[in-house]
């Protein structure tokens, strides 16, 4: 079976601080790794994904994600945040050898708040 | 621009009176998800449709039940809603031809169950 966990229930930073939402996965085989994000009252946004390849990815609205195999981890940083940053953020993992379209499985969130 | 469009956006029912929640999208994504998220929580998986296949997930309650009557809509009916059912319900949709398989997630449905 499948995990994810986001050890932090919220993150706080001060603006135009860098930002770490921390992520550590358990799954069979590689995986595809992918950031979520969501605003109040709204649906999951896409941010980034990992498959294969360079183990810095970056995504969207400057964020970006390191994929560390060893430590099973996959850390979402951004070098400096912005009050608009401030949200909720879903940590995903599902098996790079799945078929299935539902084996994503989503961690249990994390509440970044970013002070002005 | 293509997207996935959910309505209602809110809900208010009574307890056990039915509620039908929509989804459409212009993405031609082959699969279709329904997802319930309570109070910030994980998104917990409902069933989806691989293309005109229904897949339930075994602790999904009997009375919630799904339609998708073509590739663009599918539907959530909620046979007699309780408290419990209180929730954000998110469709989503993807394309696992293309691989990674990311979803793309409508703005939800707040279900109110008074």
Redesign the interface.
Known sequence: AQSVAQPEDQVNVAEGNPLTVKCTYSVSGNP?L?W?V?YP??????LL?Y?TGDNLVKGSYGFEAEFNKSQTSFHLKKPSALVSDSA?Y?CAV?PLSSGS??Q?T????T?LTVLP | DAMVIQNPRYQVTQFGKPVTLSCSQTLNHNVMYWYQQKSSQAPKLLFHYYDKDFNNEADTPDNFQSRRPNTSFCFLDIRSPGLGDAAMYLCATSNTYTGANVLTFGAGSRLTVL
């Open positions: 595809y992918f979520y969501q009252n709204r649906g999951l946004q896409f994904k498959i909720l879903f599902r379209a539902r994503l989503f961690g249990s969130g509440q």
